[in-house]
């Protein structure tokens, strides 16, 4: 990741990220269902690493919105991207279920939040500029 490094800020209007769409800032009606499936969700590194890959290729104004800005935990967002991608999940449930994880599973987690983030970051050197 660029940690060092001034990338072009990207703004585009909430109504544009396709965050919203997959209920990432909404609510469900059995939170502790889906508190219990986040947290299994999110200890599987493999599986989570695979929903954020999404995230990046296919959530084009949500992604450029979010990664460009490097003054969020751009990991969390990644992460509550990829379980609304995956199951609809809201973000506050997600940090819910954060906390049940064990810290090798958040260490491994964030492993994957990092890689994603990074190949994101490198797939769009243009539009950040900084290539």
């Known amino acids: 990741m660029l940690k060092n490094r001034i990338i072009k800020r990207i703004y585009h209007p909430y109504w544009l990220w ?3 769409k997959y209920n990432m800032w909404g609510s469900v009606g059995n939170r502790q269902l889906y508190l219990e499936r986040a947290i299994i969700f999110t200890s599987n590194h493999k599986l989570y690493g695979s929903f954020m890959r999404k995230v990046i290729i296919e959530w084009k104004y949500s992604c450029e919105h979010n990664l460009s800005n ?7 967002w990644l992460g509550h991207a990829a379980c609304a ?3 609809q999940c809201p973000e506050n449930i997600v ?5 049940h994880l064990t810290e090798a599973q958040r260490v491994s987690a964030n492993k994957q939040a ?6 994101w970051e490198e797939n769009n050197a243009k539009a950040i500029n900084w290539d």
Do not use: G, M, P, T
Not at 70 to 76: C, F, I, K, T
Not at 114 to 119: A, E, F, P, T
């Open 18 to 20: 396709e965050e919203v």
């Open 85 to 87: 991608y995956a199951f």
């Open 114 to 119: 990092d890689k994603y983030i990074k190949l």
């Open 95 to 99: 940090r819910l279920a954060w906390h």
């Open 70 to 76: 490097l003054s969020q935990n751009r990991q969390a």
